[in-house]
């Protein structure tokens, strides 16, 4: 399928300001897609290449024809990173993006990206592009290589997964700072008492480390282990308070950023429901972190 084909008008010598006037937004396209904050930033370069080597002038809508590039380059990219991601060492996460609490709500959430995981590649982009970006099927259609009936099943079908993977719950982000400035000091200073009242019975933690520094390997569940496993880690010389933690939001969940004793960073999202943590998301993989500034 021929990506020239909207005809009209962007002049040559601008090319350059309008593709960085789109790539914030083609990089959003792209982390959702992928979930890596890096791999989403190559890929835009990849599209810069192509479009500055396509005929701009006979480009009528840059933004669609732009999406479009991003999108294919994505689908080909998944194929390769399914297969990385079947012998990854433990826990996979998404590369964590971090905020500063007084921002402004983006639409996506670690819980989203999580339930995104689950797609096949062409639900996860029917979805993202129809449900998240507010693009039409027909455009829809354009960008996936299907006909817009079949991308309104796929964006149904994957509409019904992230819905089963459990509610959305709002929160103030005064609320969720809150929480989350509570539980780092209590997980830190191993107070058994306070994540005990902080935690839902049925709490979970994932942890990715990649391989490369220390994590859980698998989930851990509940309320008793979940304790356990942050007070013994309080009693640990690495345990203890970093020299550098910030609160903010991760992904859109409450979150705190720190500098660990080894020198490297860290993040932890909190998913929260009616007031008790229900979910903890520590990324420990340098790797995933390298794109955030300390």
């Known amino acids: ?17 309008v593709f960085e006037s789109l790539r914030p937004r083609l990089v959003r396209v792209a982390y959702r897609m992928l979930g890596s904050v890096a791999e989403a930033e190559d890929i835009v370069q990849d599209a810069w290449l192509r479009w500055m080597g396509a005929d ?20 080909d990219h998944m194929k390769s990173a399914r297969v990385r ?46 449900d998240l970006f507010d693009i039409g099927f027909d455009e829809v259609a354009k960008a ?25 719950f709002p929160m103030t982000a005064e609320h969720g700072r809150s929480i989350a400035e509570a539980f780092f000091h209590a997980s830190r200073s191993g107070d058994a008492a306070t994540l005990q ?21 698998n989930p851990i569940f509940g309320r008793n282990n979940t304790v356990r496993y942050f007070t013994g ?15 903010g939001r991760i992904d859109g969940l409450p979150g705190i950023l720190t500098m660990e004793e080894d020198g490297l960073p ?29």
Not at 155 to 165: D, L, N, Q, T
Request: proline share 8%; aromatic share 4%; hydrophobic share 40%.
């Open 144 to 168: 996936i290589g299907r006909d817009p009936a079949t991308c309104r099943k796929l964006a149904s079908r994957a509409r019904e997964h992230v819905r089963a993977s459990g509610p959305r």
């Open 1 to 17: 399928m021929p990506l020239h084909d909207d005809i009209g008008g962007t002049a040559p010598d601008s090319a350059g300001a």
């Open 85 to 130: 991601r079947e012998i990854y060492p433990g826990t996979w996460l998404p590369e964590p993006v971090f905020e500063m609490a007084e921002d402004e709500e983006d639409d996506l959430t670690l819980t989203l990206m999580m339930a995104l995981e689950r797609l096949s590649p062409l639900e996860r982009a029917a979805f993202i592009l129809h």
């Open 266 to 294: 860290q993040t932890i999202a909190l998913e929260i429901a009616d007031g008790l943590i229900t979910a903890i998301y520590i990324v420990r993989n340098p790797d995933k972190l390298r794109h955030l500034k300390i």
């Open 197 to 217: 009242s902080l935690l839902a019975q049925d709490v979970v933690i994932y942890s990715d480390g990649g391989g490369m520094r220390k994590a859980a390997i």
């Open 56 to 75: 701009q002038a006979s480009v009528r809508d840059p933004q669609g024809f732009l999406t479009r590039i991003v999108t294919r380059l994505c689908l």
């Open 233 to 247: 880690i309080a009693r640990k010389p690495a345990g203890q308070m970093p020299p550098f933690h910030r609160i």
